[in-house]
């Protein structure tokens, strides 16, 4: 494990020392690199009063490129695909040294809060938002109640 | 090529067209040869020089990478080394891992003693990133054994260096240990800092907020947003990787004019073309272009700095004084721009607090007495003192060129590839109707000899593709 770089380890320590309102994120014991991530979805929102569990990954070269995260829990977002996998401009292109796991999961948990349908992953749900967008939240609402919301 | 003109004014009379021929391959291949012997010396300067040498130092810091990334870095090393010696930018200095400002002089020195390392050992030659991937992989049978020769030779390269560097620690062990026992260990070791160098480096030390481990607290500061980085943080920032304007995926890129490369943002502001400005210390000058070796740095030979500790009338006078003995230090001009009187009085601050700390930190002094540093404000790219990562990271335009031309490469292999499944389609334009011409007229041999061709040309895709597979996952393994 000597090679797990400080910032990691000092990330981890202070996840759990200063831990996030509504988010969890737990390292393996035999991968330090490999988080189990649980979010809170925000009040407010269709995905309110459900856990969504996602595996959050640091590269090699993290902090200089961005951590890769995906949902495991299916979630109905115009910007999560069917894989899990998330469109949010800060894993990507916009992605900053200065951002931490602590700041990146906030700023999907923020997603769950204002799905953007402009610029979609899922197209189908995109277009579903964009044209009953009460349907498309009645739909997330029962997807969150019925993967979301599992007793453990 | 570029030579046929030529050879067409000389005429075939002057000089028989094979010898021309000939003698065109032969310079051809000796420039060839020519680039190849260039382009291993510089590799091998590039690595020699992220070689942390603790008699190269500046300031106590160094003039290569401690190693908190395990990848090497892929900046110019002869500009940064230029820019450190220069006080433009930070040395590369040793971190701690902790730090805790409640700690005695003696608790730190021991902390340092036991904790300070030129370099961190987690890097081996298997880590390192072998670029070329699948550049070539149209024309593989002819470069391949080249390729797979420069990768043995960087392999080897990569282990000298990480020798050199093992080799360069157990030196400094060493002479550390010898210059803190024998008793003109100072003379004889002149560049093992002396604890007055230390506890005025590491006193106030303060965490960078990209690597989460402590630094001297001389450190380079964001143009825009004046923020803290190291040394080692800054010089991983670049730009991205050439890519398609937004919304337009990798695979669909067809246009190789149409990839960009955008200058680094400030991880701390987004602001656009990331730059850092740096302020030397004004106590600590030692090492290359300093005014003192490392060994013989010490507060107290500088009594014009150092705040008496007496109570009464005498405090602000002597306090002035380090105000001046600082501003006068600063015009003597250490290499920075940005040594203005300003800039003096923000530092002097911080260079305050490490007197009292040297002077054991007896009593809340005159520190926070002190003006208030005075924010900066933004600076432009261009100002002078800005460094910028392009400025560090030249190489990107040649990176842009080469993404353009593979992106080139692979839609003239995709134009042959389509071309040629049009030849076998002969009048045929549609699937539906191809399939319908072999149920109702094609001969059964014509069937098979087409169906052959087709997997075969599926095979071929297929193997190049798996190639392309097991090269990013080399690379990415690599990195």
Not at chain 1, 26 to 39: G, K
Not at chain 2, 160 to 181: G, P, S, W
């Given at each position: 494990m000597?090679s ?48 969504f ?100 | ?79 940064v ?30 902390v ?18 072998i ?64 604890n ?20 001297p ?7 825009c ?33 149409s ?23 004004l ?37 002035a ?12 001009g ?32 005159s ?46 292999a ?28 094609g001969s ?36």
């Amino acid at each position: 494990m000597s090679s797990l770089p400080k910032r990691i380890i000092k990330e981890t320590e202070r996840l759990v020392s200063d831990p996030v309102p509504g988010i969890s994120a737990i390292p393996h014991d035999d991968n330090l690199r490999y988080f189990d991530v649980a979010i809170q979805g925000p009040s407010g929102s269709p995905y309110e009063d459900g856990t969504f569990k996602l595996e959050l990954y640091l590269p090699d070269d993290y902090p200089m490129c961005a951590p890769k995260v995906r949902f495991l829990t299916k979630i109905y977002h115009p910007n999560i695909d069917k894989l899990g996998r998330i469109c949010l401009d800060v894993l990507k292109n916009n992605w900053s040294p200065a951002l931490q796991i602590r700041t990146i999961l906030l700023s999907i948990q923020a997603l769950l809060g204002a799905p953007n349908p402009d610029d979609p992953l899922a197209n189908e749900v995109a277009e579903e938002w964009k044209s009953n967008e009460a349907l498309a939240i009645a739909t997330a609402k029962s997807w969150t109640e019925q993967f979301a919301k599992e007793g453990d | 090529m570029g030579n046929a003109p030529g050879r067409e004014e000389r005429g075939p009379q002057t000089l028989p067209r094979e010898r021309s021929q000939f003698g065109d391959k032969l310079t051809a291949h000796l420039k060839r040869k020519k680039k190849e012997e260039e382009r291993e010396k510089l590799l091998e300067t590039r690595y020699t020089n992220l070689v942390v040498r603790y008699q190269e130092t500046v300031d106590g810091g160094y003039l290569a990478p401690y190693g908190t990334y395990k990848a090497f870095p892929d900046y110019d090393t002869l500009v940064v080394k230029l820019l450190i010696t220069e006080r433009k930018l930070a040395p590369f200095y040793s971190p701690l891992d902790d730090f805790d400002e409640t700690w005695t002089q003696e608790e730190l020195l021991v902390v340092l003693m036991n904790n300070l390392r030129l370099f961190l050992p987690n890097r081996t030659a298997e880590d390192e990133e072998i670029d070329d991937a699948d550049d070539h992989k149209l024309h593989k049978s002819q470069t391949l054994m080249k390729r797979l020769e420069q990768k043995q030779k960087l392999k080897a390269l990569i282990e000298r260096t990480i020798k050199q560097q093992k080799k360069e620690q157990l030196r400094y062990n060493h002479d550390r240990q010898q210059a803190f026992v024998s008793e003109n260990g100072s003379t004889r070791y002149p560049s093992i800092p002396s604890n007055d160098l230390l506890l005025a480096l590491y006193g106030n030390a303060i965490e960078c907020p990209i690597c989460f481990v402590y630094y001297p607290p001389h450190m380079n500061y964001s143009r825009c947003c004046e923020q803290p980085i190291c040394t080692e943080c800054f010089v991983h920032i670049r730009r991205n990787e050439p890519h398609p304007p937004h919304d337009v995926p990798e695979e669909e890129a067809t246009d190789p004019e149409s990839l960009i490369s955008l200058p680094a943002n400030c991880p701390f502001c987004a602001m656009p073309d990331f730059g850092v400005t740096y302020t030397p210390p004004l106590l600590i000058c030692t090492g290359i272009q300093g005014s003192c070796a490392p060994a013989e740095f010490s507060i107290y030979t500088r009594n014009d700095l150092v705040i008496e500790e007496e109570e009464g009338s005498s405090k602000p006078k002597t306090r002035a004084r380090a105000i001046s003995a600082a501003i006068s230090l600063s015009h003597s001009g250490m290499g920075s721009p940005r040594n203005s009187v300003e800039a003096g009085l923000a530092r002097s601050s911080v260079d305050a607090g490490l007197v009292r700390r040297l002077n054991d930190g007896s009593a809340a002094s005159s520190n926070t007495n002190l003006e208030a540093p005075k924010r900066r404000g933004s600076l432009a790219a261009s100002a002078p003192g800005v460094i910028t990562t392009d400025a560090i990271q030249p190489d990107w335009e040649t990176k842009l060129m080469s993404a353009r031309a593979r992106i080139a490469r692979r839609s003239a292999a995709a134009t042959a590839i389509h071309a040629s499944s049009l030849i076998i389609q002969g009048d045929e334009t549609s699937d539906i109707d191809r399939r319908r011409l072999f149920r109702r007229t094609g001969s059964a041999q014509e069937q098979l000899a087409i169906e052959e061709r087709m997997i075969q040309q599926a095979m071929k895709l297929s193997l190049l593709e798996e190639e392309q597979r097991q090269h990013t996952e080399r690379a990415r393994r690599g990195e």
